[in-house]
């Protein structure tokens, strides 16, 4: 980088102190169970999305004992809407972690935080620079694009020699003091002014430090992700109402949405299921079903389609089942897909219920 990268860092710091967002993790003295709890929470998600979601957690859970103390059930229902329920999961486990093995204090080496659940590289140096100005670097996707137009770096940055390009990059630019407020200018940067389309290079501080942009070349750089064929996956939806109560089922503790909650989902069909095919190949006594709607949700690497159906329950239900009404499904941590699939029940008019 050109002049002198004392300059740079100036320049960006200064541009940050005056134009930074206020949000609610960032303090002059940054609480470290703040840091953790939204840096765990803007993984992959965008900063309009996560602060309510912060300030809801911060009020249930003023405190990380508060936090680890608290039932998983409750922790995912919070979390409900915001996605990648992992986090949640690992969130807990860090917590409890954090009160176990550090006396309730989040940890302020890279070393150690890379030892608890959910926390990657990335995470590790965040927490470290944010919360305590640790000298570390970090390299999230914002962070990733700025680097790149720096240099004029041209190679696919999930190559795992660029990657080790990138942390060294990132390590040798940090200053020698007020590393927490660098590191975060350097992701302000990408997600305000140096982002992936239609950078906005006459306002950036830094652009006299820009190969990139010298050459003209900002929108090429850095080199986009090949596309692929995202696989549709099908899903047979039957909300089953008994007394104004409908069933819902825990899903496994691992894989997607791993402990939530959701409507009786089959497997797909071409067709709807008969009332006899329900009862022979899945037990389920129930009225004719009757199209409520086809809920769609797309994720990175996959899309669902959902095909929603309501039905009535016949005679006394399972012994073990869990009923709910509409409002107690709010008692639940559901999968957005059947949030909406609960929207569509107090929408349609479908039958009166049996039984």
């Known amino acids: 980088m050109n002049p002198s990268l004392k300059l740079f860092q100036d320049r960006l710091l200064n541009w940050y102190h005056a134009q930074r967002r206020d949000l609610p993790w960032r303090s002059a003295s940054p609480d470290p169970y703040h840091v953790l709890l939204s840096e765990t929470m803007l993984q992959q998600t965008q900063v309009a999305t996560v602060v309510p979601y912060f300030l809801r957690f911060i009020e249930r859970f003023p405190t990380l004992a508060d936090l680890a103390a608290a039932d998983l059930q409750e922790i995912l229902r919070l979390w409900q809407g915001l996605g990648y329920y992992r986090r949640a999961r690992n969130l807990h486990a860090c917590a409890r972690q954090v009160l176990s093995d550090h006396a309730g204090h989040v940890p302020r080496d890279v070393a ?103 050459q003209g070349r900002q ?43 959701q409507f009786k989902t089959l497997e797909s069909a071409n067709k709807p299921f008969t009332t006899k095919q329900l009862q022979s190949k899945f037990g389920l006594t129930v009225s004719k079903p009757q199209p409520l ?12 389609e959902f095909d929603v159906f309501a039905s009535d329950w016949v005679g006394q239900p399972p012994a073990g089942s869990t009923w709910a009404s509409l409002n107690e499904l709010s008692d639940y941590p559901l999968p957005k897909p059947h949030l909406e699939i609960a929207k569509l029940l107090t929408t349609h008019d479908w039958p009166r219920p049996k039984g």
């Not at 109560?245 to 691992?254: A, G, L, M, S």
């Not at 086809?294 to 994720?299: D, E, G, M, N």
């Open 293 to 304: 709607g086809v809920v769609r949700h797309r994720l990175t690497h996959r899309q669902y």
């Open 219 to 261: 929108e090429e750089i850095p080199l986009p992700k090949k596309t692929k064929p995202v696989p549709l996956h099908r899903r047979y939806v039957l909300c089953i109402r008994h007394h104004q109560r409908f069933w819902i089922e825990q899903r496994p503790p691992k894989g997607r949405w791993a402990g939530l909650w």
């Open 112 to 214: 150690s935080l890379l030892k608890l659940p959910g926390i990657g590289r990335y995470t590790a140096g965040a927490i470290a620079s944010l919360a305590y100005g640790t000298p570390a670097p970090i390299l999230d996707g914002n962070v990733t694009r700025v680097l790149c137009r720096l240099d004029a770096i041209d190679t696919d940055p999930r190559d795992r020699t660029t990657q080790q390009l990138l942390w060294k990059r990132a390590e040798e630019i940090l200053p020698d003091a007020d590393v927490g407020a660098f590191n975060s200018a350097l992701m302000e940067l990408g997600a305000t002014l140096c982002t992936p389309r239609n950078p906005k290079c006459l306002l950036c501080p830094v652009q006299p430090h820009c190969r990139a942009a010298q």
